[in-house]
């Protein structure tokens, strides 16, 4: 039964995940100054380029992890991402007990979204993907 749902489980997985950074990257973009500000009040070297570049990468990267196009690169900058992420903007260790609690939820979550990532990445995206239906280059002997 299992392996019959591989690979609608693989692009239900992709969707869901793609869905909490796509409209993370087009919220950087519509709110850029905002952001900016918040970044820099995080103590992320350069807001900036730091956004830019998060807006860059949670789009594209979404939207590949999305069709299933060179996933287990987009799913490898993605984990990277979110795990660097987490350690500037979920510094409950950082906190009194009283207001570390969601912020360490957080930051488990975000490890979390991660290890899934990860998967993506060890493995692919299954067959309903981008990447499946590409030809494969030809063998160099």
Same mark, same amino acid.
């Given at each position: 039964?299992?392996?019959?749902l591989?690979?609608?489980?693989?692009?239900?997985?992709?969707i869901?995940? =793609?869905?909490l950074f796509i409209?993370? $990257?087009v919220?950087?973009l519509t !709110?850029f100054a905002?952001t #900016?500000?918040?970044?820099a009040?995080a $103590?992320v070297p *350069?807001?900036q380029v %730091? *956004?830019?570049?998060?807006l860059? *990468?949670e789009?594209v990267g979404g939207? %590949?992890?999305?069709l299933?196009?060179q996933?287990?690169?987009? &799913?490898?900058a993605? &984990?990277l991402f979110?795990?660097v @992420?987490?350690?500037?903007?979920h510094?409950f260790?950082a906190l009194? &007990?009283?207001? =570390?609690g969601m912020q360490?939820?957080?930051?488990?979550k975000?490890? &979390? #979204? %991660? $290890? !899934?990532?990860f998967?993506?990445? %060890?493995?692919?995206?299954?067959a309903?993907? #981008?990447?499946a239906?590409?030809p494969? @280059?030809?063998v #160099?002997?």
């Open positions: 039964m299992w392996t019959s591989q690979n609608p489980l693989a692009l239900l997985g992709r869901l995940l =793609a869905l409209p993370a $990257g919220g950087k !709110g905002g #900016v500000a918040y970044t009040s $103590g *350069v807001p %730091a *956004v830019a570049l998060a860059l *990468v789009i939207l %590949a992890l999305l299933g196009w996933t287990r690169w987009a &799913a490898l993605l &984990a979110t795990l @992420a987490s350690f500037f903007f510094k260790w009194p &007990a009283e207001q =570390a360490q939820l957080l930051f488990y975000n490890i &979390a #979204v %991660a $290890g !899934g990532l998967a993506f990445a %060890a493995f692919g995206a299954g309903m993907s #981008v990447d239906r590409r494969l @280059a030809p #160099v002997r």
